[in-house]
């Protein structure tokens, strides 16, 4: 089982994009969007093997080696900071990180003069390094999910997070006000596998960039 190669690839859109973009190059593997619980899926004719893993997973599996590639967007990547080969922005899943603020503290808020401030983000790590990076000191509160809540509930003033379209900031009286980072679905390899199967992983990647 050594000489397959396993692949590392989460759950939603980025699933089906990948999908799609390894048919392209050869590799079938449509029966990973079937209603099947699996989560282990294994092509034997191409010596290939799936796992379906939550995207913040993605980075462990490849770092370990239990993948030898995987598929995951770079807004993962900044915050884990694993020790990944990442040869490829795959093109898909283009969203923005950004800082947000209520509507009626942007009309009279300076970002150019923050010192002190309070960010809610699903990326503490990502947000404490880009206000450093700045000089402002930053309170970090860490939620897990609907981001936009907090500065509605008064549990902090601004807000760090994805936003595609920005219709769900419209909708919670919020506003884009800097930009930390465009974020796109990446592949990553680990760095073992990249020499132990060095000629089929290139040939996947070669295949890939030609389709980009």
């Known amino acids: 089982m050594n000489d397959f190669i396993t692949i590392a690839i ?16 050869g590799i079938d593997c449509q029966e990973l969007l079937g209603k099947s619980r699996k989560l282990i899926f294994e092509n034997p004719a191409q010596k290939m093997r799936y796992m379906i893993v939550r995207a913040t997973d993605v980075p462990t599996y490849v770092e370990y080696g239990s993948a030898d590639l995987g598929i995951v967007g770079k807004d993962t990547l900044m915050e884990q900071e694993k020790d990944l080969y990442e040869p490829l922005d795959l ?3 283009y969203c923005r990180m950004m800082v947000a603020e209520p509507a009626g503290l942007a009309e009279k808020d300076d970002p150019s003069r923050w010192a002190n401030i309070r960010i809610a983000t699903k ?8 206000f450093a990076s700045k000089g402002i000191q930053v309170e970090i509160i860490k939620l897990y999910g609907s981001i936009e809540l907090a500065p509605l509930v008064g ?5 760090v997070d994805l936003v595609s379209t920005g219709e769900t900031l419209k909708q919670n009286g919020l506003v884009e006000v800097e930009t930390i980072a465009e974020i796109t679905t990446r592949l990553v390899v680990n760095r073992a596998s990249l020499k132990t199967k060095h000629e089929r992983i290139s040939a996947i990647i070669e295949a890939l960039e030609k389709q980009l």
């Open 155 to 159: 549990l902090s003033e601004r807000i």
């Open 91 to 93: 093109k898909f899943g």
């Open 123 to 130: 990326y503490p790590h990502v947000a404490e390094k880009y």
């Open 10 to 25: 989460p759950k939603g859109r980025i699933l089906e994009e990948s999908v799609e973009l390894f048919g392209k190059i």
